[in-house]
C-alpha cells in the first residue's frame, strides 16, 4: 500500500527533524514525504535539504506565504502546493504536522486497517503531548474524531469530498463529508503518537473568530454552534473562547460567509451533530 506524506512546516526548526527521523524508521516506508517550507526564517529549510539528500522518496518545497499564522487556510494552501507536486500513484494520502513523533509501525498499521476495511475512508491514532515528564493523551476532542496533525486518507474517499478546504473547520468537515458519502472513519488507540507542540500553541489574536466563523461555514446552525463553542472552550479552560467563537459565527452569518457545505451536506451534519448530542445525554 502506497503512501504519500505531505507536511506543511513554517519555523519547525525544533521539531521536523524528530518528525522526519520517526518517518524514515517505518516498518513500512512511505512512497513520498514531501516537506513544504513554508516562509520559514529558522533552520527548517536546512534540516530538511539534509533528509532530502539522503532519502529519495523525501522531497522540499519552499513556499512563500504571509508570516501570519491563521489556522486552516495557510495550513491546506501550503498542503495543496505539496500536493500539486506528487503524481497519482497513490493509495493513501496524508496530511502531518511537523511536531510529531510516529511510533515505527505507525504506517504498518494503518495499512492493515485500510487492506480490512474497503469502505474505511480515514484513520489514525491518537496525539499525546508531554506534561510533568509524563506522556498523556491530548484530549481535546472526541476519541472517534482524527485530529487535524496526523490525517490520513483513502484516495477514494479523498477525491469524493473534493480534497481538503483551505478554511478554519478543513480537519472537521473532512469527516462529516467523508461520513455524508458512506464512508467509515477509524482511530485506533493503540497508535501514540508524540504531539510536540500543543495544539493552538501558536494561535494569534486574529484567529480568535475563526472557530465560530467555521462552524457557521459547516452549516451548523446557531444551538448546535452554542453546544460546539461551550464544549470546546471548556475542554480549553477559557470560557472567554466561548464568547469569540460565537463572535465568530455571528460575524460569518452577517457577513454572508461563503459556505463550505451544500444544504443537503448541511442538513446531514447537523442531524449527524444532534444525534451524538442525544446519545451523550442517554448516557
Not at 516537506?35 to 522518496?57: G, L, M
Not at 485500510?114 to 496525539?127: D, E, P, Y
Not at 478543513?170 to 488507540?189: F, R, S
Not at 454572508?256 to 444532534?274: M, N
Request: hydrophobic share 35%; charged share 25%.
Amino acid at each position: 500500500m502506497n503512501f504519500h506524506i505531505i507536511i506543511p512546516a513554517h519555523n519547525e526548526e525544533a521539531y521536523i527533524g524528530k518528525t522526519l527521523a520517526s518517518l524514515v524508521k517505518q516498518t513500512l516506508l512511505p512512497k513520498a514525504v514531501v516537506v513544504v517550507n513554508d516562509n520559514s526564517s529558522d533552520h527548517t529549510e536546512h534540516i530538511c535539504d539534509d533528509y532530502a539528500s539522503k532519502y529519495e522518496w523525501i522531497s522540499v518545497i519552499n513556499a512563500t506565504s504571509s508570516n501570519q499564522h491563521l489556522p486552516g487556510s495557510k495550513i491546506i494552501q501550503a498542503f495543496n502546493k505539496g500536493l500539486e507536486s506528487l503524481d497519482d500513484n497513490y493509495d493513501i494520502i496524508c496530511k502531518f504536522d511537523a511536531d510529531l513523533i510516529f511510533p515505527e509501525h505507525y504506517l504498518e498499521t494503518l495499512a492493515s486497517h485500510f487492506n480490512t476495511n474497503k469502505q474505511l475512508g480515514m484513520a489514525s491514532g491518537f496525539c499525546y503531548i508531554e506534561k510533568n515528564n509524563t506522556w498523556i493523551l491530548e484530549n481535546l476532542t472526541n476519541k472517534d474524531h482524527i485530529r487535524g496533525a496526523l490525517k490520513a486518507y483513502r484516495k477514494d474517499c479523498f477525491k469524493q469530498i473534493g480534497q481538503l478546504k483551505p478554511s478554519m473547520g478543513w480537519d472537521t468537515v473532512d469527516e462529516l463529508l467523508a461520513k455524508y458519502h458512506g464512508w467509515d472513519i477509524l482511530t485506533d488507540e493503540s497508535l501514540h503518537v508524540k504531539h510536540l507542540k500543543p495544539t493552538g500553541q501558536s494561535y494569534n489574536k486574529a484567529s480568535k473568530y475563526l472557530q465560530g466563523e467555521a462552524m457557521y461555514k459547516m452549516r451548523y446552525g446557531f444551538w448546535i454552534t452554542l453546544i460546539s463553542a461551550l464544549k470546546l472552550a471548556y475542554k480549553k479552560g477559557k470560557f472567554r473562547l466561548f464568547r469569540d467563537y460565537m463572535s465568530g459565527y455571528f460575524r460569518a452569518k452577517s457577513n454572508k460567509t461563503d459556505i463550505l457545505v451544500s444544504k443537503d451536506e448541511g442538513k446531514f451534519i447537523r442531524d449527524l451533530r444532534w444525534k451524538g448530542i442525544f446519545n451523550k445525554f442517554q448516557k
